[in-house]
């Protein structure tokens, strides 16, 4: 070996001179594979082959005196003094830290989409159960459909959700709407029986209108995953906002259910285990608990009339909300107001490192019919220690005046002590090692303003063995 080859990497490994093939990433993102060009002591230079690769917006005159070929190596903090470069030459990795400003505006191509034509579908999703126990019989069944059709550039969209437990039947209408995107402005239209995207406040069911950032690649199903035992064979109900949104039947043992759908991003999930028997037992789960979905970027606009509020008051609501990033960190604010309330809400997410999250929510509202105001913060925290353990807490406090759109509707301010809840706290513990299997622990408690007590906590463990599969579940609440 040279020792001129030991006396460069003496102090730290970096890159050789010349041209490498490298991995780039430009702000936490992946931008694939570029060729880099590195000076004698390993630091990298700055060209304009390497700046459109990273879509870096540099003047044309500080690189085109100093091409790829040039003795002169630049700098990127020479030309971005608040950039930083990390380099990782093990892995042939550049990683890029740039002011968002000194990002390009990257055109999006739609020429490429196809315009028009006609189309039809249905998904369905339906289950029976018939259990018979002794001299007793219970008949179940859900039907979870999903219809519609594209007409030209608009598409109509209807889901609903019906059940029939022993003859009594019921059936709710999530949404129905049509929808038309608008590629040159980058805007959907929605018009009907809809779900208010509110980023910083819970939404309304409405029917009414709603203009939109495309989200086209973002699909509509939810990150929730609820989380429970069922005693024997079972059905498991899961409302929000007093509409069933999901039913399935579990067998006996631990169940997770995963996708749950939501109609609010910020609202509890109502759950219900029925067994075969006749038996049930009810718990509520958190938005925290369940996976807070992250807002996505863009701003959204809506108006129209309430549904579903489950009173003869159905108030006309509008509402507007904004969210994005800015810098490092995810912010998003919005207002609702409706003929007799106003809320406005804030939040702001921050990542101190690639393996924690923070996130602060904040809420103020006011109903004039009452003569109530109040607030609601939620605090969120998750960290990953190493590739085994991860942690997650969340904390929602609020004042007893504090009001959702459709909780003036539904609460009175004469037992708003013994419905409502002042704090939900919530807390959860998971590790997993290869050949040892997967352990996690939730625990939840949620305090009501006339100081009743509720406790959750739920433990499993699992793992493989050879074709096998094992687990213990406990739960208690």
Not at 89 to 108: F, N
Not at 275 to 284: D, L, N, P, R, Y
Not at 394 to 422: M, P
Not at 428 to 442: I, M
């Amino acid at each position: 070996i040279d020792p001129k080859l030991a006396d460069y990497f003496r102090e730290a490994p970096r890159f050789t001179a010349g041209m490498h093939a490298v991995s780039l990433r430009v702000n936490g993102q992946s931008l694939g594979r570029a060729n880099a060009r590195f000076d004698p002591q390993g630091r990298l230079c700055v060209d304009r082959g390497l700046a459109d690769a990273a879509n870096i917006e540099i003047p044309r005159s500080s690189l085109e005196p100093r091409d790829a070929s040039a003795a002169t190596c630049i700098d990127l903090m020479s030309l971005l003094p608040r950039a930083n470069v990390d380099l990782d030459p093990a892995r042939g990795e550049v990683s890029l830290l740039v002011p968002t400003d000194a990002l390009r505006v990257v055109a999006r191509d739609v020429s490429g989409y196809a315009r028009g034509g006609a189309a039809a579908m249905l998904n369905y999703d339906i289950v029976a159960l018939d259990s018979r126990f002794g001299a007793r019989r219970s008949r179940f069944g859900s039907a979870s459909m999903e219809m519609g059709f594209n007409a030209g550039d608009w598409i109509v969209r209807s889901r609903q959700m019906a059940t029939s437990t022993d003859g009594r039947y019921r059936g709710d209408v999530l949404d129905t709407y049509a929808q038309r995107s608008f590629a040159g402005q980058r805007a959907v239209l929605q018009l009907g029986e809809l779900n208010v995207i509110n980023p910083a406040l819970s939404g309304a069911q409405i029917i009414g209108a709603q203009v939109m950032s495309e989200q086209a690649l973002v699909t509509q199903d939810s990150n929730a995953v609820i989380e429970g035992i069922a005693p024997s064979q079972a059905r498991v109900e899961v409302r929000q906002d007093g509409v069933l949104v999901y039913s399935t039947v579990v067998p006996a043992g631990p169940f997770a259910l995963a996708g749950t759908p939501r109609i609010n991003r910020r609202a509890n999930l109502d759950v219900t285990v029925i067994g075969v028997g006749g038996e049930s037992q009810h718990f509520i789960v958190s938005p925290a608990v369940a996976g807070i979905d992250t807002p996505s970027p863009g701003y959204s606009f809506a108006v129209g009339k309430t549904r579903n509020a489950g009173s003869m008051h159905a108030p006309w609501v509008a509402s507007a909300g904004w969210s994005g990033a800015i810098g490092r960190y995810s912010l998003s604010g919005g207002a609702i107001l409706a003929s007799s309330y106003h809320s406005a809400g804030m939040g702001a997410g921050w990542s101190p490192t690639t393996k924690t999250q923070v996130r602060l929510d904040v809420a103020a509202s006011r109903t004039v019919r009452d003569h109530t105001a109040g607030a609601q913060a939620t605090l969120t925290v998750s960290r990953r220690f190493g590739e085994d353990w991860s942690l997650a807490f969340s904390n929602t406090r609020q004042s007893l005046g504090f009001r959702e759109l459709l909780d003036t509707a539904r609460f009175a301010q004469r037992d708003s002590r013994r419905t409502r809840y002042r704090d939900q706290s919530s807390a959860s513990l998971s590790w997993s090692r290869t050949g040892w299997g997967n352990l996690s622990t939730g625990y939840s408690r949620t305090v009501l303003f006339n100081g009743r007590t509720t406790r959750r906590a739920l433990a499993s463990w699992g793992t493989r063995l050879g074709r096998a599969s094992v687990s213990i579940s406990a739960e208690w609440s």
